[in-house]
Structure formats: structure tokens, C-alpha cells
């Protein structure tokens, strides 16, 4: 399998892609039981792409009693965690494998640029089913510490039927860090992909079945979140919920669950996250670098993006000057050409809410000191340039609400204490950063920061050994990590007396 080169290449390989756009359930493509589909667009020039089925309540009814059936046979929830581990190893080898396929589905589907979808993307997603594969025949369960003639057995067991609910900015790695520990723990899935990213997932699923997933365990279900989307989450033998998305549907999640079988709901939702930059940070080219990276990578479609930059008063406007100089390297460009860092946007509706933020936050008086318009509209694509606003308040619009696109507040500050407060004066809790050569202040920052990840001097650390996920509105629950199979797994505690 040779890669691409060029741009070129890679788009002949797009000409002679199969795109699959049927849902996949009992492991077998087939249309929705409505037979209605919906139009998939490309972002990069709004060719269609293909026709997917829309799935709503028929479908869901079946893919959920079509992954009960699987589940209670035990086909795959009783089978070894050593034999489940082979099966998903090789699951991740396949992915690896297809790997030129995928990153095109991924670029053309949601406009991100190929070199990261093929460099990022894939092995990641390759990384976190072998990471947690791995772990799987490694885990041991507990003996409580009991009396001589007692036994207290603490076990962990597969919850059942897991509905995951995923975005449409990163959807293939996105959705293999809800399967990998919901597969590997025994249960069986149904992946409901964004209506604005299907393809990856659809492609996703053949490969598993390839690797050995038994039919009914794995399940794919393209279609709307108000159809498909609402008929898992209202389900009543849905036992588990995952989501990863948007703050306002997180909070629809918890209401559906409550309304119908209180299934578990697990949440990643949305931030706002403060990348905080002291005057004494060690390197502030680097920090400039990556605090353009930050916000520019994959065009600010990213829930842990720096889109609130503070910077210690006394460097702002030298290092606001430095990171506007790294962002020249983030222009948009085709996201077929690998030299390209920035692509398209994922939609029309996407581009309108960035360039209505970048509206509001000038009329709210912030200062545009960068970018601020869209791009390449001949192409008929949606490109949006890198944008920063300098003279941020943390009040505004821009700096309050996640914008989900490249636009960079810039807030200072003058001491240590006003940092933290700015920084967590916000309903998110995602992700913070912090820039400074003292170790204590570096320490002290980090341990008052209300996020579920804190970087030092870098941005967007960690790796499948880190726990993922947020405090406050951000979520609950996390991913990646040991600590992502409490959420698939019930606990049983088995107290016995011995004669
Ligand atoms: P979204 O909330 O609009 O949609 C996410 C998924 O939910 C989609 O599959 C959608 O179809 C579905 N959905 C929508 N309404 C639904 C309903 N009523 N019932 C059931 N399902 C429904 O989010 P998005 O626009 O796809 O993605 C962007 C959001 O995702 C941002 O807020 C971003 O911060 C968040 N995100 C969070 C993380 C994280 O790990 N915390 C990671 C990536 C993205």
C-alpha cells in the first residue's frame, strides 16, 4: 500500500473510492427501515459524497435488540479477556492497514487536512483499540477485607447494550475511545456517528466484523440526533450512554435518561480552555508556536482548543505579535494538499456561527488584530481564516461561548490570582495550560485550575495512559486511561459465608 504524495494523487484516489453509505447492523450493510437517506456533502468544495441512510426509531429498535440478542448469548460478553484482546489487536491492525482509505474518508467527509488526519487521526484511533486491548487481560478484580469465614468478591461486569453518541470534529478517534473500552469489557455497541462525519464510522465497521467482532455486537447507525440520536438515548434496553459533543445535548442526554430507564449517561462536552502565559515562561517562541496551534488545529474544531489566551500584562503585546507571526502558518488551504495545516470547515452552518462570533466579538469592541474573514469561497468550500482578537474581556460573547472554529481571545493579567480567576471563571472545565520557569507557581496555577487536564509549558498533552474529560459543564465520566472501564462495567459485590 503506497501513500499518496500530492494533492493530486490523493484526489484520484478519491475518484475511485467506494464510499459505503448504508447502516450496519447484525453485521451487514442495509438501508434504513424507512429506505430514506440523507445527502452527504464535502466541505472542501460541496460535492456530494453519498446518499446515507437516515436511521431513526425502527432502526434503533432494531440495532438495540439485534446487540441484546449478541449480549446475551455471550458470544462476545463471555468470551476470555485474552480472546476479546486478540480479536481487538488485530481490529486496530486493520485500521492501520486501511489507513490511506480512512484518512481520505475523514478529510473528505469533514474538511480536516490530510496530513493530520492520516498522521493524527488514524493511528490514534489504531492506538487507543490496541491501548485498552492490551489492558483488558490485565485488569484484576478485588477481594474485599473481610472476616476469616467471610469472602467479599468485587467484581467488575459488562453492562450490556452501550449507545455512543458521537462529533463530528475528530469521529474516528472520537468513537474508538467509547468502543475500545466498551468492546474490550464485553459489551455490545452501537455507534451513532454525527449526520455531518458518517463515513469513517460506516467503514469502521466492516473492519471490525473483519477482525473477528461477532454479527450484533458492533452496530452503526448513521443518521439525525433529534431521530436516531433521541431514539438510543430514550430507549429502554439501552443500558449505557456515551457522549461526546456539545454541552446544550449533554444536558438532553441526562433528561432522556431520566425520562426513560435511568441508563448510565456518560458525558464530554464542550470548554472554553484558558492557555495562561507568564512573563517568565521558558521559551516564548514555543509557547507562541503552540498557542497558535492551539486554536488552529483542525480549524479550531477542537473541544480542548487554547481559545482563551492570557498573557501576563507586561509581554501581551510582544507575544500577541509572535503568535499572529505563527498563525501565518495556518492560512487555510486545500485539505487534500499535504502541505496544508488548516482546512475546510466543517459546514455551512459551522462557517455562519464563526463568522457570527467574529461579528459579535467586534461589535462588543474587542480588538481584531488578526484574520477575520472567510476564504477561498470559489472553491466552493468553507474556509474560515485564522482570527484573533486582542482586548478580550472575559465577559464577552467571545470569550464566554465556545465557537468551536479558529478564533483566539486574548484577556491579561497582571498577577498569578487574577489568572486563576479569569481562567476559571467559566461554566466549562476541559482542559487549562500554563506557561511559566517557576515551579511553584507552576504547581500552585495548575492546582487551583478547575479542568480535567492541566498542561505545563506545552499544549494538549498526554497520551492513552492519561484520563480524558471535564470538570463542571465539560462532562462527567472519563476516557482513555484504566479509568474508562468504570463506565462500561457494573459493580457486584458477592459476599459469601463459609460454613
Ligand atoms: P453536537 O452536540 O451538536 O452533536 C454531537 C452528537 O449528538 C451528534 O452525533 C448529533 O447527531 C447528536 N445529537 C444532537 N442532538 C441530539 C439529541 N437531541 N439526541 C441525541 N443525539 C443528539 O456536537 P457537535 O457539533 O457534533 O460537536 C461539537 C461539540 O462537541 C463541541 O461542543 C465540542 O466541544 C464537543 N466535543 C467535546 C469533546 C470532549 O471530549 N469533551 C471532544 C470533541 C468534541
Aim: glycine residues 8%; proline residues 5%; contains cysteine.
Amino acid at each position: 500500500m503506497s501513500t499518496p504524495e500530492t494533492r493530486e494523487q490523493w484526489q484520484e484516489m478519491a475518484l475511485t473510492l467506494t464510499i459505503q453509505g448504508q447502516a450496519f447492523i447484525q453485521g451487514r450493510y442495509q438501508p434504513a427501515v424507512s429506505g430514506k437517506t440523507f445527502d452527504c456533502f464535502s466541505p472542501i468544495d460541496g460535492r456530494l459524497l453519498a446518499q446515507v441512510a437516515s436511521c431513526d426509531q425502527d432502526d434503533a429498535d432494531l440495532a438495540v435488540s439485534v446487540a441484546r440478542q449478541a449480549f446475551e448469548s455471550g458470544v462476545w460478553s463471555r468470551m476470555a479477556p485474552a480472546k476479546r484482546k486478540q480479536v481487538l489487536l488485530k481490529f486496530a491492525e486493520l485500521v492501520l492497514e486501511h489507513r490511506n482509505e480512512l484518512a481520505l474518508l475523514e478529510t473528505l467527509d469533514m474538511g480536516k487536512p490530510i496530513n493530520h488526519a492520516l498522521r493524527g487521526d488514524i493511528p490514534a484511533t489504531a492506538r487507543a483499540i490496541s491501548w485498552t486491548a492490551e489492558a483488558i487481560d490485565k485488569v484484576y478484580d478485588e477481594l474485599a477485607p473481610t472476616a476469616h469465614n467471610q469472602i467479599g468478591m468485587i467484581t467488575r461486569e459488562p453492562i450490556g447494550v452501550v449507545a455512543a453518541i458521537v462529533p463530528w470534529n475528530f469521529p474516528l478517534i472520537m468513537a474508538a475511545w467509547k468502543l475500545a473500552p466498551a468492546l474490550a469489557t464485553g459489551n455490545s455497541v452501537i455507534l451513532k456517528p454525527s449526520e455531518k462525519s458518517p463515513l469513517s464510522a460506516l467503514r469502521l465497521a466492516a473492519l471490525a466484523t473483519e477482525a473477528g467482532i461477532p454479527e450484533g455486537v458492533f452496530n452503526v447507525l448513521p443518521g439525525y440526533g433529534h431521530t436516531v440520536g433521541k431514539a438510543l438515548a430514550l430507549h429502554m434496553d439501552v443500558d449505557c450512554l456515551v457522549f461526546t459533543g456539545s454541552t446544550g445535548v449533554a444536558k438532553q442526554l441526562m433528561v432522556y435518561a431520566g425520562q426513560s430507564n435511568m441508563k448510565r449517561v456518560w458525558l464530554e462536552a464542550g470548554g472554553k480552555s484558558p492557555n495562561i502565559v507568564f512573563a517568565d515562561a521558558p521559551d516564548l517562541d514555543k509557547a507562541a508556536a503552540e498557542a497558535a496551534s492551539a486554536i488552529a488545529y483542525n480549524q479550531g474544531e477542537v473541544c480542548t482548543a487554547g481559545s482563551r489566551l492570557l498573557v501576563e500584562a507586561s509581554i501581551k503585546d510582544e507575544f500577541v505579535s509572535r503568535v499572529i507571526a505563527a498563525l501565518k502558518r495556518w492560512q487555510p488551504g486545500h485539505p487534500l494538499d499535504p502541505q496544508t495545516r488548516c482546512g475546510a470547515i466543517v459546514d455551512h452552518d459551522q462557517l455562519q456561527r464563526i463568522l457570527s462570533y467574529i461579528d459579535s466579538g467586534q461589535q462588543e469592541g474587542a480588538t481584531l488584530a488578526q484574520g477575520g474573514k472567510q476564504v477561498l469561497p470559489e472553491t466552493g468550500g468553507f474556509y474560515v481564516e485564522p482570527t484573533v482578537f486582542d482586548n478580550v474581556h472575559n465577559e464577552m460573547k467571545i470569550a464566554a461561548e465556545e465557537i468551536f472554529g479558529p478564533v483566539l481571545s486574548v484577556i491579561s493579567f497582571n498577577t498569578p490570582e487574577e489568572a486563576v480567576r479569569i481562567a476559571n471563571d467559566t461554566i466549562f472545565g476541559l482542559a487549562a495550560a500554563v506557561w511559566t520557569s517557576d515551579i511553584n507557581k507552576a504547581h500552585k496555577t495548575a492546582k487551583a485550575l478547575r479542568a480535567g487536564s492541566v498542561w505545563i509549558n506545552h499544549y494538549d498533552g498526554g497520551d492513552m495512559t492519561a484520563p480524558f474529560g471535564g470538570f463542571k459543564q465539560s462532562g462527567n465520566g472519563r476516557d482513555k486511561s484504566l479509568h474508562a472501564f468504570d463506565k462500561y462495567t457494573e459493580l457486584k459485590a458477592t459476599w459469601i459465608e463459609l460454613a
